[in-house]
Structure formats: C-alpha cells, structure tokens
Nanobody, 126 residues
Framework: QVSLVESGGGSVQAGGSLRLFCKVSRDIYSTMYIGWFRQPPGKEREGVAAIYSGSGTTYYADSAKGRFTISQDSGLNTVYLQMNSLKPEDTAIYYC???????????????????WGQGTQVTVSS
C-alpha cells in the first residue's frame, strides 16, 4: 500500500513561485511513476508533470515546460514540484499520484494512477 501526502500550496501573486511536496509512504527506490496533477475550478483533472523514480526520467505538460520542475529525493521519499513564473491560470487543487506500472506515454492520464494524495490548493492572483 502507498500513501501520498501533499503540502506546500498557498496563495501567491502572478510571477511568484511555490514549491509543492509529495511525501510517499514507501521507499521510492521502488520503480514507480509519481505524477503531479491539477484540477482548476469547474474543469477536469490534468497532468502537469511526472517522474519515473527508477531512472529519474521526467515528463512535462506543455503548460509546465520551462516554468515547473519535478524532482525527487529518494532518501526522504519525497517528490517536489517547483513552480516558477506562476500565472492566474495555474490556480487549482494540485494532487500527487503514483503507480507501479511503466506508464511512459500514459503518464498524464489520471485514470492510470492507483494511489492519490488529498490535494493542496494553489491560488495565483493577478
């Protein structure tokens, strides 16, 4: 069983930065995909970024490229999402999710992930 706990959300002005944390309950040296998703108000959940813990390979949505960075600290069982140059359209509940299967091209599909955290709110004001 895997549990995920997000933290680090908050309110920030446009152009600011936030760092989200996803604490994973088991040793993430296990090969697994860990993804960050977000759900803006009234919209569907969308993939933002993911990391394959075995190799450190990272994946990004077009909306995140150049602004967001996903990384991991295996010793702390934690995955990070550094978000820079935030925009009002980044406002959403951000979730981390995990799955043990090799997802690769399916990394952004929320239906492929088995384990989910409770979410953390990110609000970006203009």
């Amino acid at each position: 069983q895997v549990s995920l706990v997000e933290s680090g959300g908050g309110s920030v002005q446009a152009g600011g930065s936030l760092r989200l944390f996803c604490k994973v309950s088991r040793d993430i040296y296990s090969t697994m995909y860990i993804g960050w998703f977000r759900q803006p108000p009234g919209k569907e959940r969308e993939g933002v970024a993911a990391i394959y813990s075995g190799s450190g390979t990272t994946y990004y949505a077009d909306s995140a490229k150049g602004r967001f960075t996903i990384s991991q600290d295996s010793g702390l069982n934690t995955v990070y999402l550094q978000m820079n140059s935030l925009k009002p359209e980044d406002t959403a509940i951000y979730y981390c999710a995990a799955d043990f299967r090799y997802l690769e091209a399916r990394w952004a599909d929320a239906n492929e992930y088995t384990y989910w955290g409770q979410g953390t709110q990110v609000t970006v004001s203009s």
